[in-house]
């Protein structure tokens, strides 16, 4: 599957054979540092032209959800010696995920790592038992550099909320996992002044601990859609994608919203994030490009400027992302493009200049490549991530699987092997059966609706199976004092009654006055049940006075179940020597 879809300059050259339509291999570098001699006129994936301008959309292809960041070329821990772009994207269900791509220039990307082989080794994540992540999984992520360290955050629809993964070396890892257990919409990591960890979602704000593994303040419903009408001239429909930035005196979040135009930006300001009532807004219909990032430029003198990196929604490439210039104003609001117009096909020149020679480098770099599925790629630091644990099938005693428990439960022995619960009379009939020659009367019940047969299943229960249970039950009257008209049925349960006095119910059905009726359920005791001293019961729903009637009962079952359940195992989660190319790993899972 072709998930990423290039856009071919002219000068590519495509030679036909027997196997169908194939690009011509682009240069091979020594190293990241070695760029071919070969002159590129164009970019592979990009629509940089070659003579410093570029058009949007920049990549014309599925990169949803962008989140980009700067690592100036004087932070200690650039070796590049120039300025840095980072950028991260949505992979849904697909591992391995959240591809890092580099770009000295920001409108050439290449992929350098994955943040995560496995977010999960669950049955969704596995395709198991008839579960599945697609359209699931890691949304949205945001990416963030403090102090030296990289920071991934995003949500997941289906695995237990967000996750916070961080390393100290972007391209190498090894990256560590903080899962949050708890989900945010969109969420968007922010470090105010003071260091402080925060977590942006729409109109919610939250502070993390240090070490970003809880929250410990919660500020919720900031800001509203209804206070921005009059700035936006429409009421927002949503805050979605929002992404804070410190720029100057204020802080600026670009979010997206759905407006008469269509997919728009609604960029916000404020000198205080906890106060809404200092929130300012301000509308961007920029050609449905309206979700991503702040980014800063050098502009070789000394200052800096922030421009637009936006995606927008094409049917039926996906996400497809811009770089729009912004100039600013004295007011302080960006324009961006052309007087804040944007369409598609829009030429812009580059806003950084690179030499020759590593320009002609990074245009032949690609998010794609060629289908020939070379695997010799270097052996990647996420692959061997070892935070996972399997988990353990329960230990049965496969000789009480598949048989039946209950002692007796035709009752034609009478009434042995069962005792009354709370008083109540049991007695074996023959007339009137309901099966059989013999069934149990169950009379005399006074208030308690738990009166009923019990019977011990002390040493038969086991933890983490799941059972089966059912029970044949009729009742033809009512208790006296008891409007018939009125009442004409009672729930009944087939229950497990653990010897701290915890019940499980196994079997639920509702019986009808004068009609034999047969309730059947399953239920899985859980792995750390006591399940010594346990009890198999009986008992009909608790209700007013007058509710506890007689009833007859027979052919009462307890069955543990074979368990069908497919278990991970080792070999699934190792990597199995298969190192593609990282253009390929993306929705490919190659080492698993």
Not at 219 to 246: M, R, V, W, Y
Request: aromatic letters at 12%.
């Amino acid at each position: 599957m072709n998930y990423l879809r290039q856009k071919i300059s002219a000068s590519a050259i495509a030679v036909l054979s027997t196997c169908g339509l194939i690009l011509a291999p682009m240069p091979v570098f020594a190293d990241d540092s070695t760029p071919s001699s070969t002159p590129s006129d164009g970019s592979y994936t990009t629509t940089d032209s070659g003579d410093g301008t570029y058009s949007i959309p920049m990549l014309n292809t599925d990169v949803p959800d962008i989140s980009v960041i700067r690592v100036s070329k004087d932070d200690p821990n650039n070796k590049d010696g120039r300025d840095v772009y980072y950028m991260v994207s949505t992979t849904m269900e697909l591992s391995p995920g959240s591809p890092i791509m580099k770009s000295y220039d920001l409108v050439n990307w290449w992929i350098v790592t994955y943040v995560y082989d496995r977010i999960s080794m669950s049955d969704a994540s596995s395709l198991r038992n008839g579960a599945s992540s697609y359209g699931e999984g890691e949304w949205a992520p945001s990416l963030r550099y403090h102090n030296g360290r990289f920071y991934v955050l995003f949500n997941t629809n289906n695995l237990n909320g967000a996750y916070i993964y961080y390393t100290d070396d972007i391209e190498n890892g090894p990256w560590t996992k903080i899962a949050l257990n708890r989900g945010f919409h969109d969420p968007s990591l922010y470090f105010d002044e003071q260091g402080s960890p925060w977590i942006i979602s729409g109109v919610n704000q939250y502070r993390l601990s240090d070490d970003l593994t809880t929250v410990v303040e919660s500020h919720e419903n900031i800001i509203s859609a209804e206070q921005f009408t009059d700035d936006l001239g429409e009421t927002p429909t949503g805050f979605e994608g929002s992404q804070t930035f410190k720029i100057g005196d204020y802080f600026y979040t670009p979010t997206i919203y759905w407006g008469k135009d269509g997919r728009t930006v609604m960029l916000l300001r404020t000198t205080d994030l906890l106060d809404g009532s200092k929130y300012e807004a301000k509308k961007y219909y920029l050609g449905a490009f309206a979700q991503g990032s702040l980014v800063e430029v050098d502009n070789g003198d000394g200052t800096t400027s922030w421009h637009g990196f936006f995606f927008r929604d094409t049917y039926p490439t996906g996400r497809i992302p811009g770089l729009i210039p912004a100039t600013w104003g004295d007011d302080g609001w960006p324009v961006f493009g052309d007087n804040n117009q944007v369409s598609a096909s829009d030429t812009y020149d580059k806003l950084i200049d690179l030499p020759a020679d590593l320009e002609n480098l990074v245009r032949q770099r690609s998010l794609v490549n060629s289908d020939d599925f070379d695997n010799d790629a270097p052996h990647q630091s996420y692959q061997d991530q070892d935070w996972w644990t399997l988990e353990e099938p329960p230990q049965v005693d496969d000789s009480l699987i598949g048989i039946e428990l209950v002692d007796n439960g035709d009752f034609e022995n009478g009434t042995e092997s069962w005792t009354p619960q709370w008083n109540g009379t049991l007695t074996a009939i023959t007339d009137g059966s309901l099966s059989g020659t013999t069934s149990l009367a169950v009379t005399n019940r006074g208030e308690y609706n738990g009166a009923g047969p019990g019977q011990s299943m002390d040493g038969k229960l086991q933890q983490g199976v799941t059972y089966r249970a059912s029970a044949t039950i009729r009742y033809d009257h009512e208790m006296d004092g008891v409007d018939s008209s009125a009442v004409t049925s009672h729930l009944f349960y087939v229950a497990i009654q653990y010897a701290d006095g915890t019940i499980n119910r196994v079997a639920t059905g509702t019986v009808k006055r004068g009609e034999t009726t047969t309730i059947t359920g399953e239920f899985s005791i859980p792995s750390d049940a006591n399940v010594e001293g346990s009890k198999l019961i009986v008992e009909t729903a608790w209700g007013a006075e007058g509710t506890c009637m007689d009833y007859v009962i027979d052919d009462i079952s307890l069955i543990g179940l074979a368990d069908e359940k497919e278990y991970p195992v080792a070999e699934e989660y190792q990597p199995n020597g298969s190192n593609l190319d990282l253009v390929w790993e993306w929705g490919h899972n190659p080492d698993n």
